[in-house]
């Protein structure tokens, strides 16, 4: 199993253009989640999703969308990139709701807006 | 407000030497709490978790972790730290009346030889 990978690795975006960051997942998890890691703060929920056809709002969703048509994929829409979005994001999975089960990461996409 | 508080920025250990990582938790209902470790250029990966029994909780590489309801802290700890050790370690809580975990700002730890 490759697990839960993500691309690109890096990306420098002007101010105003986007991107697509691609999350895939081997597992057959039910559950996905994109976050942002800033540094010194702790991971912050972008969105995320409970399966195939359903997602929600995290904490920090506002410049983001997100779908989920296949239970494998969960990409990340940057619509309009904003310096604020510079960060690492990170996707993850897990295979049901319950919050004792453990997540399973991505390596990270680095994003850099200018 | 529920926040977790990782009071160490940075900790360099010699390799060999123990180590303890603190972990501190403002969490209104039964916690579940978690250890991650970040190594450079990877993801997150569990070390440990906690979520009922017995309070010391043994992990993946050596690491172990202590639930301190008195004192809301789960501090997680290992005898002898090698090279290999150095990473970011994140420290996580939820409950089930959350459907996210509240995360640490995490702790890089510096091994020096």
């Known amino acids: 199993n490759a697990g839960v990978t993500q691309t690109p690795k890096f990306r420098i975006l002007k101010i105003g253009q986007s991107m697509t960051l691609q999350c895939t997942q081997d597992?057959?998890?039910?559950?996905m989640y994109w976050y942002r890691q800033d540094p010194g703060m702790g991971l912050k929920l972008i969105y995320y999703s409970v399966g195939a056809g359903i997602t929600d709002k995290g904490e920090v969703p506002n410049g983001y969308n997100v779908s989920r048509s296949t239970t494998e994929d969960f990409p990340l829409r940057l619509e309009l990139a904003a310096p604020s979005q510079t960060s690492v994001y990170f996707c993850a999975s897990k295979t049901g709701g319950a919050i004792q089960e453990t997540q399973y990461f991505g390596p990270g996409t680095r994003l850099l807006v200018l | 407000a529920q926040s977790v508080t990782q009071p160490d920025i940075h900790i360099t250990v010699s390799e060999g030497a123990s180590l303890e990582l603190r972990c501190n938790y403002s969490?209104?209902?039964?916690?579940?709490l978690f250890w991650y470790v970040q190594s450079p250029g990877q993801g997150l990966q569990l070390l440990l978790k906690?979520?009922?029994?017995d309070t010391l909780v043994q992990g993946i590489k050596g690491f172990e972790a202590e639930f301190k309801r008195s004192q809301s802290s789960f501090n997680l700890r290992k005898p002898s730290v090698h090279w290999s050790d150095a990473a970011e370690y994140f420290c996580a809580v939820g409950a089930d009346s959350n459907y996210q975990l509240i995360w640490g700002a995490g702790t890089k730890l510096i091994i020096k030889p």
């Open positions: 597992m057959n998890h039910n559950y």
């Open positions: 969490y209104g209902a039964t916690p579940y």
């Open positions: 906690y979520f009922s029994g």
